[in-house]
């Protein structure tokens, strides 16, 4: 069995972290290769011109599958921008429910749920709040499958983590909402 040698088709860079058990990523561009595990010797030909492939390697056609993550610059934007909304979702709907018999029981269940719903909805049906569609980007599954509720719930429970939107200060532009539940934001093309 031969080794592998990966250069990434966009930087030329050799740094990669696995993905998945098919999927490796730049850690410097962010570019997926896929990588499609064949049983015992095979006669393999080569499909990509910066890796050499292992007698039991093969890499996957990508066709639209390898994608950019978006920069900081894109994040911030988002960040702002869907706080702003949420934030003038909950007040309008704190307005709109005013000082009726119950009001005040509804505004704290409204204020509990108005934030979390605004990403959970936006984000599982589109992979897109207000401000991705601003930006340009999108949310998605490492893989760059569709997102669906149940991952974008859990991105959501994990943006109340004390400090979690200074991660991606620390982390190449993942934030912990990102990287727990295996999801990324990319350049939407």
């Known amino acids: 069995m031969g080794t592998n040698t990966i250069n990434c088709p966009k930087c030329g860079s050799s740094n990669f972290y696995s993905v998945s058990d098919n999927v490796i990523r730049c850690q410097y561009c962010g570019s997926n290769i896929f990588i499609e595990q064949q049983p015992g010797p095979s ?100 893989d760059g499958s569709k997102l669906g509720y149940g991952t974008a719930f859990v991105r959501t429970i994990c943006r109340i983590i004390p400090f979690e939107p200074f991660s991606i200060l620390f982390s190449n532009g993942v934030c912990w909402h990102d990287s727990i539940p295996k999801t990324r934001v990319i350049q939407d093309k």
């Open 43 to 142: 006669q393999v030909q080569q499909k990509n011109p910066y890796i050499t492939l292992s007698d039991d390697m093969d890499v996957l056609d990508t066709q639209g599958k390898d994608y950019q993550l978006a920069s900081n610059g894109q994040r911030f934007v988002n960040f702002i921008v869907d706080r702003i909304t949420s934030y003038f979702l909950l007040f309008l709907v704190i307005g709109l429910a005013g000082d009726g018999p119950n009001g005040g029981e509804y505004l704290i269940l409204l204020a509990f749920l108005m934030i979390p719903l605004y990403y959970i909805l936006l984000e599982g049906y589109s992979g897109k709040t207000l401000g991705k569609l601003i930006s340009r980007t999108r949310a998605v599954n490492e």
